[in-house]
Nanobody, 125 residues
Framework: QVQLVESGGGLVQPGDSLRLSCIAS????????MGWFRQAPGKEREFVSV???????LYSDSVKGRFTISRDNAKNTLNLQMNSLKPEDTAAYYC???????????????????WGQGTQVTVSS
């Protein structure tokens, strides 16, 4: 069973940076499409960024140019570098995996069947 554990959230000011990490265990991490989703209070969970096993990636328009997704398959780690943070980035951020080899890169939340517990990011002055 795949387990995903996020870390790196916190309280920062507008314009600051944070780096989220997700460590995976119990599965063939290097073969999975991975991604980050977020959920703000009172809103539905939304796509942030996804990456496939060779590094192709997609970003939501709201974070494009500010966030960078990356993965280290040797360390079973997924990262999200978040720069120029805005108050509207405040949310719980979830690491997700499409837990089977060979699946396509997609932004559809329903395609991701393994989820972490989430890490809170709060951007406030």
């Amino acid at each position: 069973q795949v387990q995903l554990v996020e870390s790196g959230g916190g309280l920062v000011q507008p314009g600051d940076s944070l780096r989220l990490s997700c460590i995976a265990s119990g599965g063939a991490f290097s073969n999975y499409v991975m991604g980050w989703f977020r959920q703000a209070p009172g809103k539905e969970r939304e796509f942030v960024s996804v990456i496939d096993w060779i590094g192709n990636s997609l970003y939501s328009d709201s974070v494009k140019g500010r966030f960078t997704i990356s993965r280290d398959n040797a360390k079973n780690t997924l990262n999200l570098q978040m720069n120029s943070l805005k108050p509207e980035d405040t949310a719980a951020y979830y690491c997700a995996a499409s837990c089977a080899s060979g699946r396509p890169l997609t932004v559809r939340e329903s395609a991701y069947d393994c989820w972490g517990q989430g890490t809170q990011v709060t951007v406030s002055s």
